[in-house]
């Protein structure tokens, strides 16, 4: 199951930084070459591609007797919002207003619950108390492609509000989300790749790295970095904490991934040609 799981965020990743970009079409074939790479087999890449087509978010098409995968409007949709997030330049501008969403889902579609919950923490929202959700962002968008694909508009209350008290936008952020532990990852990720960096920085300025390696090392460290969606909220500067790491990882990760970006690049074509 948790391969499964691995093997399905990888095939996200390569959707994310790669195949959207050369018309968002992949014969599985290649698809399967790609995840040998990292050590996934066949079996567990149809498994992961089964799996995300009953989630909508892949659609397969055949030609003659190959079968093509291609993202749907909300993978593309989904593509778009976590791209500009791994590669954004600076936190978000903020209006001084808090958007929030309350929801009343009955029991009988606890499933629907627990889906919503967990998409409204990937967008960044963050809970204030069970079925209130907050966060300063404009996710607007997001919010109605979520009522749209769950199609719950009749449990879904949205505001745009001003906060008014009872203490201030900074103990907000400490009750709704646990930024002390996200800046322990960050931490951890600064650490870890730092180092990484230095070592691969040097092999490939000595060309004693091959192409296919770049891409391996690339993909793994946008899949890593990637995992930061699901913890960081992306609140605006104004609302973070003093010694906020998520800059200096974030300029880490740009500076490593521009260093392997062109050979992982020349690897991926030679496959998906």
Request: glycine residues 6%; negative net charge; hydrophobic residues 35%.
């Amino acid at each position: 199951m948790d391969k499964q799981f691995k093997t399905r965020s990888m095939i996200f990743t390569l959707y994310g930084d790669y195949i959207r970009h050369y018309g968002n079409v992949i014969w599985i074939g290649g698809l399967i070459r790609l995840l040998e790479e990292f050590g996934h087999n066949e079996q567990s890449v149809r498994a992961a591609i089964s799996r995300m087509s009953k989630q909508g978010w892949l659609q397969s098409e055949k030609r003659g007797n190959k079968s093509y995968y291609s993202l749907t409007e909300q993978g593309k949709a989904r593509m778009e919002e976590a791209s500009k997030r791994i590669y954004k330049s600076e936190s978000p501008q903020w209006d001084g207003k808090w958007r929030m969403l309350v929801y009343s889902i009955p029991e009988s579609k606890r499933h629907l619950r627990d889906e919503l919950r967990k998409e409204l923490v990937w967008s960044g929202f963050g809970s204030l108390t069970n079925s209130c959700w907050i966060t300063p962002n404009p996710l607007e968008e997001q919010v109605h492609r979520l009522v749209e694909k769950y199609d719950i508009a009749s449990y879904i209350t949205f505001f745009n509000a001003t906060y008014e008290g009872m203490s201030s936008p900074h103990d907000l952020v400490n009750e709704c989300w646990d930024l002390g532990d996200v800046n322990a990852k960050y931490s951890q990720f600064i650490k870890a790749y730092s180092e990484k960096y230095y070592i691969d920085k040097n092999l490939v300025e000595k060309g004693e790295i091959s192409d296919g390696q770049c891409f391996v090392k690339c993909a793994s460290l946008v899949h890593e970095y990637r995992k930061f969606l699901f913890v960081d909220p992306n609140l605006p500067e104004e609302l973070l904490p003093d010694q906020w790491l998520g800059d200096s990882a974030a300029a880490l990760f740009s500076d490593y991934h521009e260093l392997l970006q062109t050979p992982a690049t020349r690897f991926f074509e030679s496959v998906f040609e």
